[in-house]
């Protein structure tokens, strides 16, 4: 997913060391423990959590932008701007903007197990709302049509 990005060689390998071969230690009362290796990604906290997290959701940007390109997803607004609103990105958040049609939702879901397959990051359903606007009651009522889309 690094390469994906456009930038030189040099730069994701620094990256990529900074991911998978950082060390640690703990110190606690001016006392510093021995060195250890990380589990596994990003820790909670890291400063470079932010670009990191911009860059992939780039990548997740320009992927909606060629589904919608190919008419596979469509976004609010169609008439007003071409291809429409589809994300908006704020911090660590997303906001995913819809036609509403079952076959488009399912391409979206298929583009949304794409990225969690390229990327190695899990889209957490739990902590995601579906907001419906300006939609038939019966339909709004039955999150399950999108949630059994495979």
Not at 6 to 18: D, M, T
Not at 49 to 58: E, K, M, R, Y
Not at 76 to 99: C, M
Not at 117 to 125: A, D, E, Q, T, V
Request: glycine share 6%.
């Amino acid at each position: 997913m690094v390469e994906s990005t456009g930038f030189r060689p040099r730069w994701n390998s620094w990256i990529k060391c900074l991911l998978f071969q950082s060390i640690f230690s703990i110190r606690i009362n001016d006392t510093t423990g021995s060195y250890f290796v990380g589990g596994k990604g990003l820790k909670q906290g890291d400063p470079i959590s932010p670009l990191l997290f911009n860059l992939v959701a780039d990548i997740f940007s320009k992927m909606l932008n060629k589904a919608s390109n190919h008419n596979l997803i469509s976004g609010l607004l169609t008439n007003a701007i071409p291809g429409g609103i589809i994300i908006l990105h704020y911090a660590d958040d997303i906001i995913l903007f819809l036609e509403d049609s079952y076959e488009k939702a399912k391409n979206f879901k298929w583009i949304l197990c794409c990225f969690k397959n390229l990327s190695g990051m899990k889209i957490n359903f739990h902590k995601s709302d579906l907001i419906t606007i300006n939609v038939d009651e019966n339909m709004a009522n039955s999150p399950p049509h999108f949630s059994a889309v495979t």
